[in-house]
Nanobody
Framework: QVQLVESGGGSVQAGGSLILSCAAS????????MAWFRQVPGKEREGVAS??????PAYADSVKNRFTVSRDAQNTLYLQMNSLKPEDTAMYYC???????????????????WGQGTQVTVSS
């Protein structure tokens, strides 16, 4: 059974940094696209960044040059978030799907597996 567990959220002032982690278990190989999504109440879940099984990243325009997505050989997923803005405040979710390529972060329905989320709050 696949399980994704996020950690590393918290509260930070604008301009600050945070690192999110997502520990994955039950993924039988590295042939999974993995991604970070975020959601604020009343809005759809938004794809933030993805990384395919060849370690190629892709980003939403809103986070380019500020966020960095990475993964390791154990399918632990990371999101380094720099220069945080109040509009980055959201619940952040780790996601995975059973394809080696991502084609960008995509949308929520593209992903099979989800974590429970970790809250990121950025104050001005």
């Amino acid at each position: 059974q696949v399980q994704l567990v996020e950690s590393g959220g918290g509260s930070v002032q604008a301009g600050g940094s945070l690192i999110l982690s997502c520990a994955a278990s039950g993924l039988t190989s590295s042939a999974y696209c993995m991604a970070w999504f975020r959601q604020v109440p009343g809005k759809e879940r938004e794809g933030v960044a993805s990384i395919n099984s060849y370690y190629t990243p892709a980003y939403a325009d809103s986070v380019k040059n500020r966020f960095t997505v990475s993964r390791d050989a154990q399918n632990t997923l990371y999101l380094q978030m720099n220069s945080l803005k109040p509009e980055d405040t959201a619940m952040y979710y780790c996601a995975a799907r059973s394809t080696p390529l991502c084609g960008g972060p995509g949308v929520q329905k593209d992903y099979n597996y989800w974590g429970q989320g970790t809250q990121v709050t950025v104050s001005s």
